[in-house]
């Protein structure tokens, strides 16, 4: 069966610093991934996807993230946090079968610290 | 243009009232989704569109009732909640439900209390 595993469900950074949210997904068929963002009391906004194009994707607000299929992997980074980057952060893969269903990951909460 | 718009942003009803939850996209999307969000949890999908038919109940319970009257348009009628339906109800369009058009944009949810 299918799944997202997001190792962290709390991460916390000071600004500036790299931040690196981790996400494992399994799937027999090749995937279609993606990174969704939440602020409090808003709903998903998407971050980047990878749909078997470039392996390195580049999202919004300076975030990428990079699909490496021999580690099943697709770890969202950003070089510098920003105190605005603090959010609740999905990591998706489409289900098999053409259905249009997402898996989500369990969420990582992003602090930033002053 | 990415927008999904949902009304009401909020929402108080009683476990005896019907109310309904409305979302408009004009992406020209063909497909529609309805989710359920806890706290701190992941959003749930609850039923999927794809052109204008249901195709997809997550084995809803009937007090929830979908419709969607066109292709622009997403409705979810509620009836008889419980308390424990209290959550933020997101809708969410997209291209087509198959493959690599199956991407997903959010509206900004609608938050539901039911007393």
């Known amino acids: 069966a299918q799944s997202v595993t997001q190792l962290g469900s709390h991460v916390s950074v000071s600004e500036g610093a790299l931040v690196l949210l981790r996400c494992n997904y399994s799937?027999?068929?090749?995937?279609?991934l993606f990174w969704y963002v939440q602020y409090p009391n808003q709903g998903l906004q998407l971050l980047l996807k990878?749909?078997?194009?470039?392996?390195l994707v580049k999202g919004i607000n300076g975030f990428e993230a990079e699909f490496k299929k021999s580690e099943t992997s697709f770890h969202l980074t950003k070089p510098s946090a920003h105190m605005s980057d603090a959010a609740e952060y999905f990591c998706?893969?489409?289900?098999?079968?053409?259905?249009?269903?997402?898996?989500f990951g369990q969420g990582t909460t992003l602090q930033v610290k002053p | 243009d990415t927008e999904v718009t949902q009304t009401p942003k909020h929402l108080v009803m009683g476990m005896t009232n019907k109310k309904s939850l409305k979302c408009e996209q004009h992406?020209?999307?063909?497909?529609m989704y309805w989710y359920k969000q806890k706290a701190k949890k992941p959003p749930e999908l609850m039923f999927v569109?794809?052109?204008?038919?249901?195709?997809i109940n997550e084995s809803v319970p009937s007090r929830f009732s979908p419709e969607c009257p066109n292709s622009s348009l997403l409705n979810l009628h509620l009836h008889a909640l419980q308390p424990e339906d209290s959550a933020l109800y997101l809708c969410?369009?997209?291209?087509?439900?198959?493959?690599?058009?199956?991407?997903?944009?959010f509206g900004a949810g609608t938050r539901l209390s039911v007393l």
């Open positions: 969410a369009s997209s291209q087509d439900p198959r493959g690599p058009k199956n991407i997903q944009y």
């Open positions: 799937s027999s068929v090749p995937p279609y």
């Open positions: 990878y749909t078997s194009a470039a392996t």
């Open positions: 998706a893969v489409s289900a098999e079968g053409n259905t249009g269903k997402l898996i």
């Open positions: 992406m020209g999307h063909r497909a």
């Open positions: 569109y794809s052109y204008e038919k249901l195709s």
